[in-house]
């Protein structure tokens, strides 16, 4: 059971740091030094889908990569898959960074799409810095419906 921090922590006779308190220490989660800084693009790779009559569109904002650094995919088992890359900037030795904040390397997201995805109609597109890939739908069938006489 997690126990919620007072700002008297009785355990250690000391008064609770709001700082210095991690929340997350007893969980288990490796600590972020383990985490590769190649993930920080994924995490930050933001993707928007909604669904309309027609088909599910996804947008994902991917500022400063050009398409050529960007693949769209479609697994076998209806996996939409949008994947890239964003290089580090190289770096001049006579440079000095005051912060590094954009962060870079690899980024892959996955979504499984519904049945109604035709995965063979698929469309993708970058404009400004934002990839859009439309997924068509089959189009909703309506029954035939046929009257039967009623004898009697």
Avoid: C, Y
């Avoid at 030795?93 to 109604?116: A, C, I, M, Q, Y």
């Amino acid at each position: 059971m997690a126990m919620i921090p007072s700002f008297f922590d009785n355990r250690r006779g000391t008064i609770f740091d709001p700082f210095t308190w991690e929340p997350f220490k007893d969980f288990p989660f490796p600590p972020s030094s383990l985490v590769s800084h190649e993930n920080s693009a994924f995490v930050n790779t933001r993707i928007d889908w909604k669904e309309t009559p027609e088909a599910h569109v996804f947008k994902a904002d991917l500022p400063g990569l050009k398409k050529e650094e960007v693949k769209v995919e479609v697994e076998d088992d209806r996996v939409l898959q949008i994947s890239g890359e964003r290089s580090v900037e190289k770096e001049d030795k006579n440079d000095t960074w005051h912060r590094v904040e954009r962060s870079s390397g690899k980024f892959v997201r996955r979504f499984r799409l519904p049945e109604n995805a035709r995965v063979d109609e698929v469309k993708a597109s970058m404009e400004n810095g934002v990839l859009t890939v439309t997924v068509q739908k089959e189009e909703v069938k309506k029954p035939d419906v046929k009257a039967i006489e009623i004898s009697g």
